[in-house]
């Protein structure tokens, strides 16, 4: 079955080193892949994408994320995090074959302290 | 531009009504998704409306019912509420046909069921 998997309920990291936040996926061809972030009594709000291309994607707010196809990873990185990107962060992936809909994992909360 | 937008907010209900969301999509956007993330959880993908038609459906009831307008906005109708309805319902609206992958979030609606 198609899945996503998000191993860290939460990542801690003080302000100003780099941050990374884990997701993989199940292998089932060539999905798109996606970030999102929500901030408390809000909904979704879109970061990043890959479809195809560069492995290194760039999005808001300064966060990039590696594609690794052999690992079949989708990992969000940020080179100095900041307070304010304390958050749940979401990963998704669609199967662009027969079907938009998107397959979340389970969220990591993102703690930054001063 | 307006992005998504849900209403209402915040709705109390008790177990056997029924209740209704409604969405309105990103300008552009032709297609809508509903999405139901309870407490802790990653969202679930309810079902997805384009060109007034369900094109696709997740894992629900048939309780959970919907409809999109011709205008592309979207009502999202449940019946027969259960205690396990309580979550916050997500709407999304993308652009497939036109290329847009991205799915775009509203703020969503909190319903509680008593």
């Known amino acids: 079955a198609q899945s996503v998997a998000q191993p860290e309920d939460q990542v801690n990291v003080a302000e100003g080193n780099p941050l990374t936040v884990k997701c993989t996926y199940s292998?089932?061809?060539?999905?798109?892949l996606f970030w999102y972030v929500q901030y408390p009594n809000r909904g979704l709000q879109f970061l990043l994408k890959y479809i195809t291309g560069d492995n290194l994607v760039k999005g808001s707010y300064g966060f990039e994320a590696e594609f690794n196809k052999s690992q079949t990873s989708f990992h969000l990185k940020k080179p100095s995090a900041l307070v304010s990107d304390s958050a749940l962060y979401f990963c998704a992936v669609r199967w662009p074959y027969n079907t938009d809909k998107l397959i979340f994992g389970t969220g990591t909360r993102l703690q930054v302290f001063p | 531009d307006a992005g998504v937008t849900q209403s209402p907010t915040h709705l109390i209900k008790t177990r056997g009504q029924q209740v209704t969301l409604r969405c309105s999509p990103k300008s552009g956007h032709d297609t809508v998704s509903w999405y139901q993330q309870a407490l802790g959880q990653g969202p679930q993908f309810i079902f997805q409306?384009?060109?007034?038609?369900?094109?696709q459906r997740g894992n629900f009831p048939d309780r959970f019912s919907g409809h999109q307008f011709p205008n592309y906005s979207s009502e999202l109708n449940v019946n027969a509420l259960l205690l396990g309805d309580s979550a916050l319902y997500l709407c999304?609206?993308?652009?497939?046909?036109?290329?847009?992958?991205?799915?775009?979030f509203g703020p969503g609606t909190r319903l509680l069921v008593l």
């Open positions: 999304a609206s993308s652009s497939p046909t036109s290329g847009g992958e991205t799915q775009y």
């Open positions: 292998v089932s061809g060539n999905p798109y």
């Open positions: 409306y384009y060109e007034e038609e369900e094109r």
